[in-house]
C-alpha cells in the first residue's frame, strides 16, 4: 500500500538555526498537510496546501514557516529560525478528497520528524 | 483552543467486549468529524469520519454516533481486539482543511 515518507525521522537543531523538514507525499495524492503535536499534547494543524499554493494555515503558522513543493514529489516545511518551542514531532500527510472511492477527509499521515531545538 | 476535547485519558477494556471512546466539541459550525488510531513512533491512521447530516455511520467494527445537540460523538468498537489497543484521537472541522484534533484516548484491550 502506498504510504507518505518524511525524512529525517531525528532533527536536533540549534536555535536560531533554519530547518527544513521533507515529506514525499503518495504520488496522486493533491492535497497536503503539516501537523505538529508537543510531546504530551495534542495533534495540531499547521497548513493545508494545493495546486501550489497555501490553502488554509492555522495561527501557530507564522512567518517563521514556509511550506513548498519544489518538484513534483517532494514537500517541505521550512522554519527560518527555530526556537525551543518549535520542538516537536512534525507530520506530514496527504489526501485525494475522496477520488479513490473512500472518505473525503481521509488524510494519510506519515511517521512523522521529530524535531528536537537545543 | 479547546474546542474539540476527549475526557477520558485512558480506556482499558476487556478483548470481545465493546469499547466506547467519547468526544465532545464546542464549536457548532463543525461539520466533519474523524476518528484517527495512533500506535507510538507512528503517524496517526484514519478510522472513519462523519459529516453533520448523519447520526451514525458504520464500517466493520467500528460505528461512530454524532449527537449534534449535545455536540458529542463517540466512536463504538465492537468486538474490541487487542490489536485495537492505540491512542484515539477524534478531530473536527468546518473547512474540510484545518482539522482540530482532541487529545486524545488510550485504549488498551486486555486479553
Known amino acids: 500500500e502506498p504510504e507518505v515518507t518524511q525524512t529525517p525521522s531525528h532533527q536536533v537543531t540549534q536555535m536560531g538555526q533554519e530547518v527544513i523538514l521533507r515529506c514525499v507525499p503518495i504520488s496522486n495524492h493533491l492535497y497536503f498537510y503539516w501537523y505538529r503535536q508537543i510531546l504530551g499534547q495534542k495533534v495540531e494543524f499547521l497548513v493545508s496546501?494545493?495546486?501550489?499554493?497555501?490553502?488554509?494555515k492555522s495561527e501557530i503558522f507564522d512567518d517563521q514557516f514556509s511550506v513548498e513543493r519544489p518538484d513534483g514529489s517532494n514537500f517541505t516545511l521550512k522554519i527560518r529560525s527555530t526556537k525551543l518551542e518549535d520542538s516537536a514531532m512534525y507530520f506530514c500527510a496527504s489526501s485525494d478528497r475522496g477520488t479513490s472511492g473512500r472518505s473525503l477527509w481521509e488524510q494519510y499521515f506519515g511517521p512523522g520528524t521529530r524535531l528536537t531545538v537545543t | 483552543d479547546q474546542q474539540v476535547k476527549q475526557n477520558s485519558p485512558s480506556l482499558s477494556v476487556q478483548e470481545g467486549r465493546i469499547s466506547i471512546l467519547n468526544c465532545d466539541y464546542t464549536n457548532s459550525m463543525f461539520d466533519y468529524f474523524l476518528w484517527y488510531k495512533k500506535y507510538p513512533a507512528e503517524g496517526p491512521t484514519f478510522l472513519i469520519s462523519i459529516s453533520s447530516i448523519k447520526d451514525k455511520n458504520e464500517d466493520g467494527r467500528f460505528t461512530v454516533f454524532l449527537n449534534k445537540s449535545a455536540k458529542h460523538l463517540s466512536l463504538h468498537i465492537v468486538p474490541s481486539q487487542p490489536g485495537d489497543s492505540a491512542v484515539y484521537f477524534c478531530a473536527a472541522s468546518y473547512t474540510g482543511n484545518q482539522f482540530y484534533f482532541g487529545t486524545g484516548t488510550s485504549l488498551t484491550v486486555i486479553p
Open positions: 496546501f494545493y495546486n501550489n499554493e497555501i490553502s488554509e
